[in-house]
C-alpha cells in the first residue's frame, strides 16, 4: 500500500485514508458510520497538555529505573539507534505493572477511561533526536515520563490538529516546515526526573531539536506509557476493521505497524 506521509508512525493513518477510499468505492452509503467510528480516537481541539510533577511517587519511581538499569544491553533493541539515536524496549514487565496503576490518572488527567495500549523504555543516547510526527491512535494519550538526563531536553508540542488526509508539505523539506508553522503553535516542556508529561500524540506534533546541539555526551531515558480509549482495543488496528465493520474489501489494508499488544 502506498505510503502517503513521510514522517514517522504514520502507517495507520496511511491505512485510514486507503480504508475511507475501499469503502467510498464499495460501501459508499457506509462511509459516514465508518468514519464516525473513529470519533473515539479523535482528541477534543481543545486539550492541553498536562504536566504532572513525581508522578509515580519515590518507591515506584524507584523500581521503574532500577528496572531499567537491570537490563542487559544486549536485550535492547537497535533499530532505531541510527535514525532517532536511541535504544529501545517494549512492555518491560514492571513498566507493565506500572502501567496499569497510571490508567485511573490519565483518565482523570485526560477527561476520558482509558486502558494501557502499551509501552517502551526509550534510552536516547548522545546522537538523539525526533523528527516531528503524528503517533497512530495506538497511543491516543501517552504518558512521557523522564527516568533520567544528563541535562533537561525540551520536547516541542503543537496544539491538537484534525488528522491529515493528505501531505501538504514539500516533499524535501516537510521536516522544517512543519516545524516552523505558526498554526501548530509549537511549545516547548522540559522534563525533571520523575516528571511526565501527557499529550496526545496521534492528534499533536511532536518533535525534539538533536540532543547534542544542548549538550555534548548528553542521553535522556525516558518511557512512554501509550493508552488507548478503554473498550477500543478490538478496533484501534487496520488489520481488524475488514471484521469489525464487516468489509471484507478492507482486508487488503497492509498492517503497516508491527507492534503488538
Ligand atoms: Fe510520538
Not at 496503576?101 to 517502551?120: G, K, M, T
Not at 495506538?138 to 508540542?157: G, H, I, M, N, R
Not at 516542556?189 to 538533536?210: C, K, M, N
Amino acid at each position: 500500500m502506498t505510503k502517503r506521509f513521510p514522517w514517522y508512525d504514520s502507517g495507520w493513518l496511511s491505512s485510514y485514508v486507503s480504508a475511507k477510499e475501499i469503502v467510498s468505492q464499495c460501501y459508499p452509503g457506509r462511509l459516514a458510520e465508518f468514519t464516525e467510528a473513529f470519533d473515539v480516537f479523535r482528541t477534543p481541539a481543545d486539550f492541553q497538555v498536562r504536566e504532572i510533577k513525581n508522578v509515580l511517587g519515590k518507591a515506584l519511581f524507584e523500581k521503574a529505573l532500577e528496572a531499567a538499569h537491570a537490563i542487559p544491553p544486549g536485550n535492547l533493541n537497535k533499530k532505531e539507534l541510527l535514525h532517532m539515536g536511541r535504544t529501545i524496549l517494549h512492555n518491560l514487565p514492571e513498566l507493565v505493572e506500572i502501567q496499569k496503576e497510571l490508567a485511573a490518572r490519565v483518565s482523570e488527567e485526560v477527561n476520558e477511561q482509558v486502558e494501557p495500549s502499551y509501552n517502551f523504555l526509550s534510552l536516547y543516547k548522545d546522537v538523539g533526536f525526533l523528527t516531528p510526527h503524528l503517533d497512530a491512535p495506538l497511543a491516543k494519550w501517552t504518558l512521557d515520563l523522564c527516568l533520567e538526563q544528563s541535562a533537561p531536553w525540551p520536547v516541542y508540542f503543537s496544539q491538537v490538529v484534525p488528522w491529515p488526509e493528505e501531505c501538504l508539505y514539500e516533499k524535501e523539506n516537510w521536516i522544517n516546515e512543519i516545524k516552523h508553522d505558526t498554526e501548530l503553535r509549537f511549545t516547548p516542556r522540559t522534563l525533571q526526573p520523575g516528571d511526565a508529561v501527557i499529550f496526545s500524540g496521534s492528534s499533536q506534533w511532536h518533535y525534539r531539536e538533536p540532543i547534542q546541539q544542548a549538550q555534548r555526551e548528553n542521553f535522556c531515558h525516558l518511557v512512554f506509557f501509550h493508552f488507548i480509549p478503554k473498550g477500543t482495543s478490538h478496533f484501534v488496528r487496520p488489520v481488524d476493521w475488514a471484521n469489525y465493520f464487516n468489509m471484507p474489501e478492507l482486508a487488503r489494508l497492509a498492517e503497516h505497524d508491527a507492534r503488538k499488544k
